[in-house]
């Protein structure tokens, strides 16, 4: 069972003065979904951030567009952190809330954009019904997220260390969310693509997903520390590559879609 959403606000709140910098695959992946925002937004236009965490793509959203800008997350302790990243505070609006159930009007939104939340949601349908709701006709959305087969070279190496639990958070297929994205939000276009990244160690890794909040989420969760011992045999059983590093695999995928006028 997904841990609660208080403990996923806690976990990234207590990780926003470390996430910017540990952020790699955040910047790549939110960087390709910026990109494709080639429409104009008009100025007089409202723009939302959700799951906006430290805020980096909120100011560069305000800055590119110059519209109402909105930065949506679920952790007070990400929203503090964005708000003092700004130079100018009124620029851009700070909400807390959940993706789930926006305190947004219907159609009163011209651009969702939403880099790496969803897969962090109890419900991702339920946050993209609130896209469609909130989005006005012509609107567009953009989100990203993860899908099954990320992180599976660490989960193998958990695996043979820890045979009886799990370490490593479950992924939708991209099947599964290609029906998903299909049902709620007609004509989506879905594109995925493996991301490899490279660590010195698995240590390496998993410190860099400590520093994102992104560790394992499960309410069945260890609430102590691993054993050193076990911790040592993940390590010793994590694929190497050729020169003595690791390869971590991300599976990411980006949606777009416009809401029909």
């Given at each position: 069972?997904?841990?609660?959403?208080?403990?996923?606000?806690?976990?990234?709140?207590?990780?926003?003065?470390?996430?910017?910098?540990?952020?790699?695959?955040?910047?790549?992946?939110?960087?390709?979904?910026?990109?494709?925002?080639?429409?104009?937004?008009?100025?007089?236009?409202?723009?939302?951030?959700?799951?906006?965490?430290?805020?980096?793509?909120?100011?560069?959203?305000?800055?590119?567009?110059?519209?109402?800008?909105?930065?949506?997350?679920?952790?007070?302790?990400?929203l503090a952190y964005a708000q003092a990243q700004v130079q100018v505070p009124?620029?851009?609006?700070w909400l807390e809330a959940d993706a789930e159930l926006l305190p947004l009007?219907?159609?009163?939104?011209?651009?969702?954009?939403?880099?790496?939340?969803?897969?962090?949601?109890?419900?991702?349908?339920?946050?993209?019904?609130?896209?469609?709701?909130?989005?006005?006709?012509?609107?567009?959305?953009?989100?990203?997220?993860?899908?099954?087969?990320?992180?599976?070279?660490?989960?193998?190496?958990?695996?043979?260390?820890?045979?009886?639990?799990?370490?490593?958070?479950?992924?939708?297929?991209?099947?599964?969310?290609?029906?998903?994205?299909?049902?709620i939000l007609p004509a989506a276009q879905l594109r995925s693509q493996m991301?490899?990244?490279?660590?010195?160690?698995?240590?390496?890794?998993?410190?860099?997903?400590?520093?994102?909040?992104?560790?394992?989420?499960?309410?069945?969760?260890?609430?102590?520390?691993?054993?050193?011992?076990?911790?040592?045999?993940?390590?010793?059983?994590?694929?190497?590559?050729?020169?003595?590093?690791?390869?971590?695999?991300?599976?990411?995928?980006?949606?777009?879609?416009?809401?029909?006028?």
């Amino acid at each position: 069972m997904f841990a609660t959403k208080q403990a996923v606000a806690s976990d990234f709140g207590c990780a926003s003065a470390s996430y910017e910098g540990a952020a790699r695959l955040q910047r790549q992946m939110g960087d390709a979904m910026l990109a494709t925002i080639a429409q104009p937004v008009p100025q007089d236009a409202t723009v939302v951030d959700l799951g906006c965490g430290t805020g980096w793509y909120t100011r560069q959203l305000a800055q590119r567009f110059g519209a109402h800008t909105v930065g949506v997350d679920l952790a007070p302790g990400m929203l503090a952190y964005a708000q003092a990243q700004v130079q100018v505070p009124e620029k851009i609006q700070w909400l807390e809330a959940d993706a789930e159930l926006l305190p947004l009007a219907d159609q009163s939104v011209d651009l969702i954009y939403s880099n790496l939340m969803i897969q962090w949601c109890y419900s991702p349908q339920s946050v993209l019904r609130e896209c469609l709701r909130v989005l006005r006709p012509g609107g567009q959305l953009r989100v990203s997220t993860l899908l099954l087969g990320t992180l599976h070279e660490l989960q193998q190496a958990w695996t043979l260390a820890d045979p009886h639990k799990t370490h490593v958070n479950k992924f939708v297929s991209v099947t599964d969310f290609a029906a998903t994205t299909a049902e709620i939000l007609p004509a989506a276009q879905l594109r995925s693509q493996m991301i490899m990244l490279d660590y010195p160690t698995p240590m390496a890794l998993m410190n860099e997903l400590r520093q994102l909040g992104a560790g394992y989420k499960d309410i069945q969760r260890r609430k102590t520390v691993t054993a050193p011992g076990r911790l040592k045999q993940m390590c010793q059983n994590y694929p190497r590559q050729p020169g003595g590093g690791i390869v971590a695999s991300y599976h990411a995928g980006w949606l777009e879609w416009q809401k029909p006028l």
